[in-house]
């Protein structure tokens, strides 16, 4: 390491860095770690500051130890500062969903006061009328009537595949059909 007669901090060379590395690196530490009070932290710190003073090796005017010390400051302070704005993030958001809870806490007047039991008969009906006919059938006797799939393969006379594949297709279609109606229950 060449030092001129003004102080000024020449590093022309990686050895001259490592040397400067290792006289400050445990210095810059315990510096960083007294602005940010964390030793893990504080390590990333030093890292990035000599990562910082090789990159800037050929501008630097001045002695080692102050531009270090600004290097190491600037970057404690970009640290706290973006953990500050990852607090607020945070709060901001747990902010918008307490005022979510306490609108939709406002809006009913207990939690199923929207699921009406004649209302939900009434969608559910709505909705297997809507399935196509063979696929209704299927799905009735096997859900109000209670018949297997080998019960109602006997009385319609088709195969027990036909009727699974019937019944998925029913299922999907309800699904879809039903989906608007009741996305809150699936919500919560």
């Given at each position: 390491?060449?030092?001129?007669?003004?102080?000024?901090?020449?590093?022309?060379?990686?050895?001259?860095?490592?040397?400067?590395?290792?006289?400050?690196?445990?210095?810059?530490?315990?510096?960083?770690?007294?602005?940010?009070?964390?030793?893990?932290?504080?390590?990333?710190?030093?890292?990035?500051?000599?990562?910082?003073?090789?990159?800037?090796r050929d501008t630097i005017h001045?002695?080692?130890?102050?531009?270090?010390?600004?290097?190491?400051?600037?970057?404690?302070?970009?640290?706290?500062?973006?953990?500050?704005?990852?607090?607020?993030?945070?709060?901001?958001?747990?902010?918008?969903?307490?005022?979510?809870?306490?609108?939709?806490?406002?809006?009913?007047?207990?939690?199923?006061?929207?699921?009406?039991?004649?209302?939900?008969?009434?969608?559910?009906?709505?909705?297997?009328?809507?399935?196509?006919?063979?696929?209704?059938?299927?799905?009735?006797?096997?859900?109000?009537?209670?018949?297997?799939?080998?019960?109602?393969?006997?009385?319609?006379?088709?195969?027990?595949?036909?009727?699974?594949?019937?019944?998925?297709?029913?299922?999907?279609?309800?699904r879809e059909l039903l989906k608007?109606?009741f996305v809150f229950l699936f919500?919560?």
């Open positions: 390491m060449n030092v001129p007669s003004k102080g000024k901090l020449v590093i022309q060379n990686i050895e001259d860095f490592n040397q400067q590395f290792e006289s400050y690196y445990e210095w810059s530490c315990a510096v960083a770690t007294v602005f940010v009070h964390d030793i893990v932290v504080a390590e990333d710190i030093a890292a990035e500051s000599f990562i910082a003073l090789w990159n800037k001045t002695s080692l130890r102050p531009y270090l010390l600004k290097i190491i400051r600037n970057k404690a302070l970009n640290h706290i500062r973006h953990l500050k704005a990852q607090q607020q993030l945070k709060e901001n958001i747990q902010e918008k969903m307490l005022d979510y809870q306490e609108e939709l806490i406002l809006q009913m007047d207990h939690p199923f006061s929207y699921v009406d039991r004649k209302e939900v008969k009434q969608i559910i009906e709505d909705a297997i009328e809507k399935l196509p006919a063979k696929c209704r059938q299927i799905f009735l006797m096997n859900h109000m009537e209670e018949k297997s799939y080998k019960e109602i393969s006997e009385k319609l006379d088709i195969t027990e595949n036909t009727i699974k594949t019937q019944m998925r297709i029913a299922y999907g279609k309800l608007d109606k919500v919560f």
